[in-house]
């Protein structure tokens, strides 16, 4: 099982490696060699509660090639972040959004968030390899052509649309990289399932959180097979 | 001019119209200043802490109109712990005993408490207006006070968090304005406006926008059938669209309006009983509110579109930019539009190409949990310069920005009195160079001759800080974010903006060699706040042994809430830092956290 050039941003010596060497994992430093476990665990890690409530939040990516595997290793740190604050701003380092900023009255923050409360449906979205989450209001959007066509507004500056057909739905590429991205997200049963597989509606209602994972990574998904 | 009597000079005072210009003239001789301190009617006291309150009195016995501001710009943005001061109390006190001929108290960022209001209530017979904006500690005990003791063309404004009890507001008696602007309500039920006595036909202006809860709808319709002075009408969303409609009916004169809740479910038949009712309304200028508004109801509006000069839209996050362009298209008169960025640059650029009239632009962020997300980039602003040339005042938040925009921007409109930018991502460049924003701005502040106020943000180099001081002539206040790469920057400022009063800067470069570049100019300013910067604890030291006029109050926290550092702070690295001139030497209401040096 190759990846020949899933990761066409490691040197060329990269192909024919184990696609488990190559894989892309969040964890915690000091996680044990199986990826398939640090994946679980970074995503369950992922919403625990924070703590202490202000620890700092960088992410880093380190890519490391030996000379003669090309050996892909990526290294996240991921510390905690704080609770009500948990978008971080997009940076080449990243730090945990600063107090206070956007400058806007508490009142204002209140008034929309209520606003906000009824009929909206935010879920966030984190893609892989990039140091930040945003989110995205799943409720606005009527249908999964507009969602991507948000997606990919929001990660413009490093995602581009490719081969956008008649409804305008395309996909998700990096711009550097060539790299391929799916969107997955995972449902109210802890299972990642690929993003259009089920009518919107179901979607919508069905989905905690959005991953716009490497088309490498989720040839492991398997469509949804039945409903629950 | 010494040969006049005294009244023949007071009256050629009294022409004199800034503060500015009757504090020179009573400068020139004694008899000048005596003559012009007992003639004074209005008092502006820009910080409450540069001035004891008795000092203030005394000099001004005959003061009418009393404005008084407490908490840095900073606090409303959660950068100043609670607690830290601007007690109303002291003010209240000194003046009911020296000054009570008072008839106006104007407070901003203060803490006031219900002992204040109802020693306010009781000590002033002739009081008329209160206005608080952003204001705290207080409930509607001390509102049922001022009203049941004033009795004579209240002006009642409060903005900002305080607690109000609905149930108390009632006892407000002939009152002429009651203006209750992003407050804290604390609602104890809706019977509060029913308690109007039926000998208050003076209102002129009602503002219940910020209380949450149900209100009786009967009793307002009574009470604005029995005031025909209203002028300035806004609803909280509890309000109806029948409810509405009713009270528009009676209110011909009504020039500023907030409406209700616009998301009933949708009867078309309330809908054009709305309509026919805002059609009677011709001198209606003023539409703020939408609170959750339907888009389907936005078209009921359109009829009162030509004649509005002030819009608010910018807690309405649910109207898209279709239904906002179609509204705003219509209002060829608008003098001042607040949106959120859900309008987009499309939808500015229908502003553009609107209103020709626009003179105030507020863009707001709809999504506070999104960093760096906006539906505006550079392009709707530009398109707002070219087709709004009279614009004067700026707050723009925004997803990115380009120098290429800022000056093109900065050649089609140079009449900018106030621009504040806020890309909403710290320290993000230009968003096609990749170079840092100096040169935008540069050109904002050397075209931009009458520029008083000033925000910056994006990358940004000391580069801008040259420009700044160099061009930024007029500038009475910048704020400064994210910016900047040594003390050179901030001395720039220092040494170059003649007129600053108001510097206030966080989480940027400048330390100690900025702090104590210029120390005389702070003499010259109100006031200086510097937080998560490199100022030491000695340079605070330094300069407060230096400049005794100043108070120079250091801030720990002690909860260690602000620690978003990586590693341990340095102790000797000084969080907030707050620099005032006073005449009052050192404050006695300071909490343990601050420390006055």
């Not at chain 2, 003791?149 to 609905?166: K, M, P, Q």
Request: hydrophobic fraction near 40%.
């Amino acid at each position: 099982m190759s990846t020949s050039s899933t990761n066409s941003a490691a040197s060329p010596a990269v192909s024919g490696l184990d696609y488990d060497d190559t894989a892309l994992t969040l964890a915690l430093p000091g996680s044990s060699a199986d990826p398939a476990a640090d994946r679980k665990r970074a995503h369950a890690d992922h919403d625990k509660p924070p703590s202490p409530k202000y620890a700092p939040f960088t992410f880093s990516l380190k890519h490391e090639s030996s000379a003669r595997h090309a050996q892909l290793l990526m290294v996240i740190t991921l510390r905690t972040v704080p609770t009500d604050l948990d978008a971080a701003p997009c940076a080449t380092t990243c730090r945990a959004r600063a107090v206070g900023w956007p400058p806007v009255r508490a009142y204002r923050r209140n008034a929309l968030r209520e606003e906000g409360g009824a009929g909206c449906k935010l879920v966030k979205v984190a893609v892989d390899g990039a140091p930040y989450l945003r989110k995205v209001d799943l409720a606005a959007h009527d249908g999964y052509a507009a969602l991507l066509r948000a997606l990919h507004a929001m990660f413009a500056s490093c995602l581009a649309v490719r081969g956008a057909g008649a409804d305008g739905v395309g996909r998700l590429v990096d711009s550097a990289t060539g790299a391929e991205y799916v969107p997955t997200y995972e449902d109210k049963d802890g299972d990642w399932m690929l993003v259009g597989d089920v009518p919107f509606k179901m979607f919508v209602d069905s989905c905690k959180r959005i991953r716009l994972m490497k088309s490498s990574e989720a040839v492991n998904l398997s469509p949804r097979s039945s409903s629950q | 001019m010494t040969y006049f009597p005294e009244e023949v000079v007071e009256h050629i005072f009294s022409f004199l119209p800034s503060h500015s210009d009757r504090n020179t003239v009573s400068l020139v001789c004694k008899v000048w200043y005596e003559i012009e301190r007992l003639s004074r009617r209005s008092v502006f006291v820009g910080n409450c802490y540069a001035v004891r309150p008795e000092q203030v009195v005394r000099r001004f016995p005959n003061v009418r109109a009393l404005t008084v501001k407490g908490k840095p710009h900073f606090a409303d943005f959660n950068l100043v712990p609670p607690d830290w001061g601007g007690y109303a109390g002291p003010w209240i006190e000194a003046a009911a005993r020296s000054c009570v001929g008072l008839e106006e108290l104007r407070m901003k960022r203060m803490v006031v408490s219900d002992e204040s209001l109802e020693l306010l209530a009781r000590s002033f017979p002739r009081f008329k207006a209160l206005v608080l904006i952003s204001c705290e500690g207080f409930s509607t005990e001390g509102l049922a006070d001022i009203a049941s003791h004033c009795n004579v063309n209240l002006n009642l404004n409060c903005f900002g968090a305080c607690l109000v009890d609905s149930r108390t507001l009632p006892q407000l008696r002939h009152l002429r304005e009651l203006d209750l602007q992003e407050n804290d309500v604390e609602d104890r039920g809706p019977r509060w406006l029913s308690s109007f006595p039926d000998s208050c036909t003076s209102l002129v202006s009602l503002n219940f926008a910020c209380i949450k809860g149900e209100v009786d709808s009967a009793s307002l319709e009574r009470l604005v059938a029995k005031s025909p002075n209203l002028r300035s009408l806004r609803l909280n969303r509890a309000v109806s669209v029948d409810t509405l409609s009713k009270i528009l009916l009676r209110t011909p004169n009504l020039e500023d309006l907030g409406t209700g809740n616009l998301t009933e479910e949708f009867q078309t038949e309330s809908y054009l009983r709305l309509t026919n009712a805002l059609e009677k309304c011709k001198m209606l200028r003023s539409l703020s509110g939408f609170w959750d508004a339907s888009p389907a109801c936005v078209p009921f509006i359109y009829p009162l579109c030509h004649q509005l000069t002030g819009l608010n839209l910018s807690y309405t996050p649910t109207l898209e930019y279709s239904d906002l362009t179609k509204m705003i298209s219509r209002c060829v008169k608008l003098q001042r539009l607040w949106v959120l960025d859900c309008i987009s640059d499309k939808g500015l650029q229908v502003v553009a190409s609107s209103c020709k009239d626009l003179q105030e632009l507020r863009v707001f962020p709809s999504d506070f949990y999104v960093a760096g997300y906006s539906a505006v980039t550079e392009e709707g602003l530009v398109a707002i310069s070219s087709g709004c040339r009279k614009l004067t005042s700026l707050l723009y938040f925004c997803h990115q920005m380009t120098n290429e925009a800022l000056l093109t921007i900065a050649k089609n409109c140079p009449n900018f009195i106030r621009f504040r930018l806020c890309i909403l991502e710290p320290r993000k460049p230009d968003a096609t160079t990749n170079q840092p924003l100096d040169e935008g701005f540069g050109a904002i502040v050397r075209e931009c001759k009458g520029l008083r106020r000033l925000s910056i943000s994006g990358l940004l180099t000391d580069k801008v800080f040259m420009y700044i001081g160099k061009y930024a002539k007029q500038l009475e206040m910048l704020s400064i974010a994210f910016a900047g790469d040594s003390d050179e920057g901030m001395m720039h400022i220092m040494n170059g903006c003649k007129n600053l009063r108001k510097l206030e800067i966080r989480d940027s470069p400048f330390g100690d060699g900025a702090l104590l570049g210029n120390v005389a100019k702070y003499e010259t300013m109100r006031s200086l706040w510097m937080s998560s910067c490199n100022v030491t604890l000695k340079g605070c030291e330094i300069l407060a042994s230096k400049m005794p006029m100043l108070n120079v109050e250091i801030m720990n926290e002690l909860d260690g809430s602000c620690e978003m550092e990586e590693n341990s702070v340095d102790p000797s690295r000084v969080e907030k830092l707050y620099v005032y001139r006073t005449t009052a030497g050192a404050r006695d209401d300071a909490p343990n956290f601050v420390k006055i040096l």
